[in-house]
């Protein structure tokens, strides 16, 4: 079983820029589609960004030109988020789907446990 875990969430003014890191326990599927959501209190879970094994990345509009989705390797990708703002406050989670491209959370079987981004002054 697949399992993920991200790191490197925390409390950072607006303006800032974090680096969230996702590491799988084994190599994942070739056609594997890594992906980001997030979801806030009272809200539910939404896409941000997702990159496949080619290297094609996809963005949410609210992440497009402030988020950057990357693959390191089999096993590990991230999300660098700058111009961070008090909207982008929330839990972020990866996950990963062997079904292909899709921005529906129910598409994804593997989740992580969660990381906390907190943007505030």
């Known amino acids: 079983q697949l399992q993920l875990a991200e790191s490197g969430g925390g409390t950072v003014p607006p303006g800032s820029s974090l680096s969230l890191s996702c590491t799988a326990s084994q190599r994942t599927y070739s056609s594997a589609f890594l992906a980001w959501f997030r979801q806030a209190p009272g809200k539910d879970r939404e896409f941000v960004a997702a990159v496949r094994p080619s290297g094609n990345r996809y963005y949410a509009d609210f992440a497009k030109g402030r988020f950057t989705v990357s693959r390191e390797d089999s096993k590990t990708f991230h999300l660098q988020m700058n111009s961070l703002q008090s909207e982008d406050t929330a839990v972020y989670y990866c996950?990963?789907?062997?079904?292909?491209?899709?921005?529906?959370?129910?598409?994804?079987?593997?989740w992580g446990q969660g990381t906390q981004v907190t943007v505030s002054a």
């Open positions: 996950a990963v789907s062997t079904k292909g491209y899709s921005r529906d959370p129910r598409d994804f079987a593997y």
